[in-house]
């Protein structure tokens, strides 16, 4: 797993705590969520390129830093759209485009229902959002879209991992980072993460 990094601070601690606990209400889980996000999004940044600039401070001209990448979210509806917003803050450019997929729950493979992405992805550092990587059949279908859409730089961005989803997306695909707040036991016999958080998308929009 020598792709996959895992995000940890004391206040994710707190925050996956507060994921997981089957009582937090809707509000809470999107704010805990968030906040994991932007420590995602920090995280990530580390691997952007940036230039160097002039810049006139009040006192003096200085060198300042410009990322020099632009860069595309997607999404993997529903889940990943709770990740969007953090990651907007932190990257007021960035472009979003959208993969929905759906897992059949008899086979666990994903199935493409809608697909829309800006037309830059081959110039573009893309990162790829999903609170949940489980069996890793969606986000490797994901990647495998983008790919074939011309994308070259891709990321991984999740609140958690099962050990199964990491290695397959690793063996589909080992040159994407993974990036993730929390690495779990397994996955059950229904192809859940365990001890895992439930739904995250039931339990970020409310359709529990």
Request: no cysteine.
């Amino acid at each position: 797993m020598k792709n996959l990094t895992i995000v940890q601070n004391p206040l994710i601690l707190r925050d996956i705590t507060y994921l997981r606990h089957k009582e937090t209400k809707e509000y809470q889980f999107r704010a805990a969520l968030k906040r994991i996000a932007f420590s995602l999004v920090v995280e990530i940044s580390k691997s952007f390129p940036v230039v160097e600039i002039d810049v006139e401070t009040p006192l003096e001209k200085t060198i300042g830093h410009k990322i020099k990448s632009e860069v595309i979210l997607v999404p993997v509806l529903r889940a990943g759209l709770a990740l969007v917003d953090a990651f907007i803050e932190m990257i007021p450019y960035a472009k979003v485009g959208h993969i929905g997929l759906q897992r059949n729950e008899e086979t666990l493979e994903p199935v493409e229902y809608y697909y829309k992405t800006p037309k830059e992805l081959a110039t573009s550092k893309v990162i790829v959002l999903d609170p949940m990587l489980a069996t890793g059949g969606s986000a490797s279908a994901a990647f495998s879209f983008l790919k074939q859409r011309g994308a070259k730089d891709l990321i991984f961005a999740s609140l958690i991992a099962a050990p199964e989803g990491v290695k397959k997306l690793s063996a589909d695909h080992p040159e994407i980072p993974i990036y993730t707040a929390s690495l779990d036991r397994q996955l059950n016999q229904q192809g859940y993460i365990v001890p895992g958080l439930g739904d995250a998308g039931d339990r970020t929009f409310g359709t529990l």
